[in-house]
């Protein structure tokens, strides 16, 4: 058998095309423009590339994109008085701190000092918990897009099982809790796990968010299973996931590439929260759709 390959470019561009028609309806009603705030501490080429990519991606949507950018030599103190600036300021409806800061900065303070209602990033205790007790909030954007690939391919998920591989605040923690809203049966595997190949064969979809190139074997996936990829690995042999592309799709039944997968997804959902912020400030439902 060979696995469809979900096209999270494609889907990607769809989501990214509703939301600028959404944004050009809550624009003609209220004459408000969502704008989303990008802060960037230093010049880690990635996170340049990434913050780039966000800006041009709100401004396509007909959002306004605000650009902060402060030298890697910048103190926390000067990080949170922008942060509650932007906290403040009634045009800005989305705040991103770029991931990760200088080691003088404390991340989680900073995550902490960000209005929980413009975390678009979902990164906030607050969100968390919300997400985690079925309360309207933001969702990270990574596992949210993973979920609109998921249901793409798996439209009834209640009791599914599973199996989200990696434990981390941005990615498998909220997936988890996002599958488990789903009615899917949810376990998450993670460093000290004792045979995690056990689990996965078990799954019928399984998330990969570790950071180990080709972790995922053939030998550990159910035939037909949704696989999705969020690994993005740079080797030698170029960016390659957590799981072994060409083995895998010789049994799954959906399998995300790496890139053209789960990455696209990323900042159009982040496009997404950002629009939905505004309209819930702004009291107008957002487009159900979206
Ligand atoms: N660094 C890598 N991914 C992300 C993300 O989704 N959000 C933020 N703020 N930083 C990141």
């Known amino acids: 058998m060979t696995a469809a390959i979900i096209d999270g470019k494609a889907r990607a561009a769809a989501l990214r095309a509703q939301v600028a028609s959404a944004v050009a309806v809550l624009h003609a009603a209220s004459g408000?423009?969502?704008?989303?705030?990008?802060?960037?501490?230093?010049?880690?080429?990635?996170?340049?590339?990434?913050?780039?990519?966000?800006?041009?991606?709100?401004?396509?949507?007909?959002?306004?994109?605000?650009?902060?950018?402060?030298?890697?030599?910048a103190s926390a103190d000067e990080?949170?008085?922008?942060?509650?600036?932007?906290?403040?300021?009634?045009?800005?409806?989305?705040?991103?701190?770029?991931?990760?800061?200088?080691?003088?900065?404390?991340?989680?303070?900073?995550?902490?000092?960000?209005?929980?209602?413009?975390?678009?990033?979902?990164?906030?205790?607050?969100?968390?918990?919300?997400?985690?007790?079925?309360?309207?909030?933001?969702?990270?954007?990574?596992?949210?897009?993973?979920?609109?690939?998921i249901r793409d391919v798996r439209p009834q998920l209640a009791g599914l099982e599973a199996v989200v591989i990696g434990r981390s605040n941005i990615v498998g923690k909220p997936m988890?809790?996002?599958?488990?809203?789903?009615?899917?049966?949810?376990?998450?595997?993670?460093?000290?796990?004792?045979?995690?190949?056990?689990?996965?064969?078990?799954?019928?979809?399984?998330?990969?968010?570790?950071?180990?190139?080709?972790?995922?074997?053939?030998?550990?996936?159910?035939?037909?299973?949704?696989?999705?990829d969020v690994g993005i690995n740079r080797t030698d042999a170029g960016l390659v996931g957590d799981v072994d592309f060409a083995g895998v799709s010789a049994v799954a039944g959906a399998i995300t590439p790496v890139p053209g997968g789960v990455g696209p997804m990323t900042i159009a959902c982040l496009i997404r929260n950002t629009y939905v912020s505004a309209c819930r400030r702004e009291g107008v439902t957002p487009d159900p759709a979206i």
């Open 32 to 73: 408000r423009v969502p704008g989303l705030a990008v802060v960037l501490v230093g010049e880690d080429p990635a996170s340049s590339v990434y913050v780039r990519s966000k800006a041009r991606a709100t401004r396509e949507a007909g959002m306004t994109s605000i650009e902060h950018r402060l030298p890697a030599t």
């Open 176 to 228: 988890a809790q996002l599958l488990l809203a789903e009615s899917c049966t949810v376990t998450t595997v993670h460093s000290r796990t004792r045979n995690a190949a056990a689990h996965v064969r078990a799954a019928d979809i399984v998330v990969a968010a570790v950071g180990i190139p080709g972790l995922v074997t053939r030998d550990w996936i159910k035939p037909g299973a949704s696989v999705i």
């Open 79 to 149: 990080l949170l008085a922008l942060v509650a600036a932007l906290n403040a300021d009634p045009a800005v409806d989305g705040i991103l701190v770029q991931l990760p800061l200088p080691k003088q900065i404390d991340e989680r303070a900073v995550i902490q000092a960000i209005d929980p209602d413009k975390d678009v990033d979902g990164f906030h205790p607050v969100n968390a918990g919300r997400l985690a007790t079925g309360i309207a909030g933001f969702v990270p954007c990574t596992p949210l897009g993973c979920l609109l690939l």
